[in-house]
């Protein structure tokens, strides 16, 4: 802003061909802009005198478009007012891709003269805002945020629950007294360790100070572990926590003893920084999942039914879905899915691809039930819940996927694996080293003790309990880099044992949104036809403006629902409304200029991604057959395999036959990776050994998935198993290595040549060495 | 010795001092977007608006 008499024009950040706003990748006909809504965007922020913004941003990929008409819901039922009569609301906001975004959006709102408060947290994405007046203000602000091209949502419970983490908290907290502990008592032990001439009675203070500060810190800071391995326990299960709980208390009682006695040492610095590591490691560990769960609720979120209810008095209000019962009657609009099961009194077109896999609209006459998850692709029409969301078709698949889900729980991972061999081994040694010295030796108790927890403390699972979480962590982080979250917290070994893949296809393999077939139609119709569709909400008009994003709106254009847009003489619709007889209504849009033009007729089709068939090569040749398997109708399905290089293939397969066939395969012996993005795929993703769902999947299929790609395209799926393979061999690596070490140490922990300092020494340099290995996860 | 009765205690107030700011950090939710509250440190607030009344 060094310069005010600069052109607005010129002051714009001039990247060859990208949009100035939002960084989307123009069009050589285009000017500096990608769309109408960007261009005031841009006015906007300037206007703002915020235009620091563009500079500051790290990253601009098309994110910050405006929708050109948002789906606007009505935050008046959200807002909270206090007793002052200031209002606050809570909005989950999508599209921070950076700290400007943040500073973007709290500055825009702090113009205003009313909002008194704005504070985005960028991690959770939570907006909370609060202002003094009227409270129709809350959904002018919204408007704003929405013209800026940042996509808003009410924070529901479900964001809520996702993104409150008391458990990660507890952690942090029991880090830092760790943290604390192991510092302070440090400071006591290296006076006694090194000062050797140093009088009794100071010896005595010593340990004693140190105890004072290191029994409570082992007792508080140790809590996750006693507590988990306390559940194993009850469960008749056995965990490495055990052995960490059982070597670290061990430690801080020898130590005691020690005290009372005013032994040469105590072993308070050692048991208090091998809670601090290990607690380090589930900090880090669990803050790289949160981020994967956070942006799945993100998603969820935006999803996240609000449905227009039509009271008894006509009107109409947007209400929670939820909230819905069975009788009422809610407007759908075109272009919305349906979030409830229902009757219509008219005819209706809907697009069932979700539920079914049909790639194709179909027909439903008056009456005809209508499921949950279909997309208006018709008029606007007036549905008849028949059933409230809690028992409808949707909740009743989700409880189907519980059942499911159950089974995945079984999953032994290989930390745990390694633990049910380790801990009862490590614990018989030390019991018999305890033996060995004081009956076989003839040894002093105490002296037999010191032996035994020596033993104990090396065998303590340091590296082994760092092995796997550090490569997992690696290995998540770099897979989030790459636009896959990983959500559960065995997924990747489930991802690197996977044999063989099945492919559902809309949706998965194809783009499962209509694509305009280029049929050779003139450029300057394409641009008229399209400057029409920016008028509609309809799927096929949106897919119309999407082959020619630059065309402006054409001015007085009109939409009559159900059948076409009109603007002067010239007509966009379907075939009837364009007076066009002989073709039948799908897929299809007619264009008249005028009503005796020659129709225009352009095609769409739900086309195959351009990655799809480099994916599924990729993943044979890491090993794995793929097979496609669809609701769809053969051809269609027949087509696409060709297509993608699949040989087997199966069509007009429902949800049942998918989660059978996935059933099938593993009893068979296989671990089958399924992919899919629907919810008729929700229960097969369930049962199979593991499952991902590729973008714009619906939120059945992405809460069920353990591995979500965020980024358009399968691309990224044959590079996740190749990380998720490598970094289970990293983690055997790591198991290995701390095994080894354990095989040299003991021996000579059991011939009582190790004393407690070097027993630290050893646990900690293994754990370095593992932690070293794990980095090497990130590298594909 | 003497310095001792004086510096240990002095010492281990400092840093319970330090814990309890780092307690009192956690609890008040300063650590819930570490993210967020890199980012905006480095960037002006717009000056120009009216403190609210």
């Known amino acids: 802003m060094t310069d005010l008499k600069r052109p607005f024009i010129a002051d714009a950040p001039q990247s060859a061909a990208a949009c100035a706003h939002c960084g989307a990748a123009l069009a050589p006909a285009q000017g500096r802009f990608c769309c109408t809504g960007c261009e005031a965007a841009y006015g906007l922020v300037r206007g703002l005198g915020l235009d620091a ?110 993104t409150e983490d008391a458990e990660g908290r507890a952690l ?260 018999a080293t305890f033996l060995l010295w004081w009956v076989g030796f003839d040894a002093l108790w105490q002296e037999a003790l010191v032996n035994a927890v020596c033993v104990l403390l090396i065998t303590c699972p340091c590296g082994l309990a760092i092995a796997v979480p550090a490569v997992q962590v690696v290995a998540n982080g770099a897979l989030f880099k790459r636009g896959v979250l990983v959500a559960s917290a065995t997924a990747l070994e489930r991802l690197a044992e996977a044999d063989c893949a099945v492919l559902d296809k809309t949706g998965t393999l194809t783009e499962g949104r209509p694509v305009l077939i280029p049929e050779g139609q003139d450029p300057q119709i394409l641009h008229a036809a399209a400057g029409m569709a920016r008028a509609s909400r309809h799927p096929l008009a949106k897919a119309l403006l999407r082959a020619c994003p630059e065309a402006p709106l054409v001015p007085d254009t009109r939409e009559i629902p159900g059948q076409g847009l009109e603007a002067g003489t010239a ?122 769902s590729p973008a714009g999947a619906t939120d059945l299929a992405q809460t069920t998935a353990d591995i979500v790609l965020q980024r358009e395209g399968l691309a990224m799926l044959p590079e996740a198993i190749r990380i998720a393979r490598r970094a289970q061999i990293l983690a055997r690596q790591n198991i290995g290595f701390a095994l080894a070490y354990n095989v040299i140490a003991v021996p000579a922990a059991i011939a009582g040549l190790v004393n407690p300092l070097i027993a630290a020494l050893v646990m900690a340099s293994s754990s370095l060495i593992v932690i070293g290995n794990a980095l090497r996860a990130g590298r594909a | 010795m003497e310095a001792l009765i004086l510096l240990v205690p002095v010492s281990l107030l400092l840093g319970a001092l330090g814990l309890i700011g780092f307690l009192w950090a956690l609890r008040s939710r300063q650590y819930d977007d570490l993210e967020g509250a890199a980012a905006r440190i480095l960037f002006d607030d717009q000056p120009g608006k009216d403190p609210p009344p």
């Open chain 1, 571 to 692: 007509r966009l619709g379907s075939p009837a409304f364009c007076d066009l007889a002989g073709l039948s209504d799908g897929m299809v849009l007619v264009y008249r200029a005028s009503a005796d033009a020659a129709p225009v007729i352009f095609r769409f089709a739900d086309r195959l991604r351009a990655d799809a068939p480099q994916a599924v090569a990729d993943l044979k040749a890491l090993g794995l057959p793929v097979e496609l398997l669809s609701g769809d109708g053969p051809g269609a399905v027949a087509s696409a395999a060709i297509a993608s290089g699949i040989e087997a293939w199966r069509a007009e397969a429902d949800p049942r036959a998918k989660a059978a066939h996935i059933e099938n395969l593993k009893e068979a012996g296989r671990k089958p990776l399924m992919v899919g993005d629907g919810i008729n795929d929700a229960a097969a993703l369930a049962a199979a050994h593991v499952a991902a």
């Open chain 1, 172 to 431: 942090i907290r029991a880090l830092g007294i760790a943290a604390f502990g192991a510092m302070n008592v440090m400071l006591v032990s290296i006076a006694v360790w090194v000062g050797e001439d140093m009088g009794a009675h100071t010896r005595e203070f010593m340990h004693w100070l140190a105890a004072l500060i290191g029994l409570p810190t082992v007792l508080v800071a140790g809590m996750p572990f006693y507590r988990s391995a306390a559940a194993a326990l009850r469960a008749g299960r056995v965990n490495m926590d055990m052995a960490v709980s059982l070597g670290v208390l061990a430690t801080a009682g020898m130590s005691l003893v020690e005290t009372f006695r005013n032994g040469p040492y105590t072993w308070f610095d050692g048991a208090t920084a091998l809670l601090a590591l290990l607690l380090a490691g589930r900090v880090f560990d669990r803050t790289a999942r949160k981020k994967a769960r956070q942006a799945v609720a993100e998603v969820l979120a935006l999803q996240d039914g609000m449905v227009a209810l039509i009271a008894v008095d006509g009107t109409t209000r947007l209400v929670p879905a939820a909230s819905v019962e069975a009788g009422q009657c809610v407007q759908i609009a075109v272009g919305e899915a349906l979030r409830l099961d229902g009757r219509a009194r008219t005819e209706t077109l809907l697009d069932t691809a979700a539920i079914t896999g049909e790639s194709l609209p179909r027909d439903f006459v008056a009456g005809a039930a209508l499921p949950a998850g279909a997309v208006n692709m018709g008029a606007p029409f007036m549905l008849e819940v028949t059933a409230p969301a809690r028992d409808g078709s949707l909740a009743a698949m989700a409880r189907l996927l519980e059942a499911a889900e159950q089974s995945k729980g079984r999953f032994v991972s290989i930390a745990d694996h390694a633990a049910r061999h380790y801990v009862p081994i490590a614990h018989a040694i030390a019991a």
């Open chain 1, 53 to 162: 913004f563009y500079r500051r941003r790290e990253s601009a990929d098309g994110a910050l478009r405006p929708e050109a008409a948002p789906p606007a819901f009505d935050a008046l039922p959200l807002i909270r007012e206090d007793a002052d009569g200031v209002k606050s609301l809570d909005l989950m906001i999508s599209g921070l891709t950076c700290g400007a975004c943040v500073w973007l959006v709290e500055q825009a709102l702090a113009a205003e003269p009313d909002v008194i408060k704005a504070r985005v947290s960028f991690s959770t994405r939570r907006l909370e805002l609060r202002w003094q007046g009227a409270a129709e203000r809350g959904n002018e602000l919204i408007v704003l945020l929405s013209c800026l091209g940042f996509r808003v949502a009410p924070y529901t419970p479900a964001c809520m629950r996702a």
